[in-house]
């Protein structure tokens, strides 16, 4: 079993900057981790998803250039910094792991999700 906590969401103006942080327990952190959001009344949709080394990573076109996924398996934690963000980024922000190598986009392809933070960019 993983735990998945994350932190770091709250209430910024479009064109700013916030960091979300996603801290691993339980078992050997060697998954591949995801960062998903989910907006009222709108399906859960991917964001970022980076390999167990770090070396593959994978943005969704409406975040890239703008997000960045990054991990430190040291401290088992991943990260999503978020840059020019604007009020359709508005949403809930899952973190996600996933047994096995490949990344994925896909929410089903997620064995373990954290509870999220709310992050919400006022225009």
């Known amino acids: 079993q993983v735990q998945l906590v994350e932190s770091g969401g709250g209430l910024v103006q479009a064109g700013g900057s916030l960091g979300l942080s996603c801290a691993a327990s339980?078992?050997?952190?060697?998954?591949?981790m995801g960062w998903f959001r989910q907006a009222p009344g709108k399906e859960r949709e991917f964001v970022a998803a980076?390999?167990?080394?770090?070396?593959?990573?994978l943005h969704a076109d409406s975040v890239k250039g703008r997000f960045t996924i990054s991990r430190d398996n040291a401290k088992n934690t991943v990260y999503l910094q978020m840059n020019s963000l604007k009020p359709e980024d508005t949403a809930v922000y899952f973190c996600?792991?996933?047994?096995?190598?490949?990344?994925?986009?896909?929410?089903?392809?997620?064995?373990?999700w954290g509870q999220g933070t709310q992050v919400t960019v006022s225009s």
């Open positions: 339980g078992r050997t952190f060697r998954y591949v």
């Open positions: 980076i390999s167990w080394s770090g070396g593959g990573k």
């Open positions: 996600a792991a996933r047994e096995g190598a490949a990344l994925a986009d896909i929410v089903n392809r997620y064995d373990y």
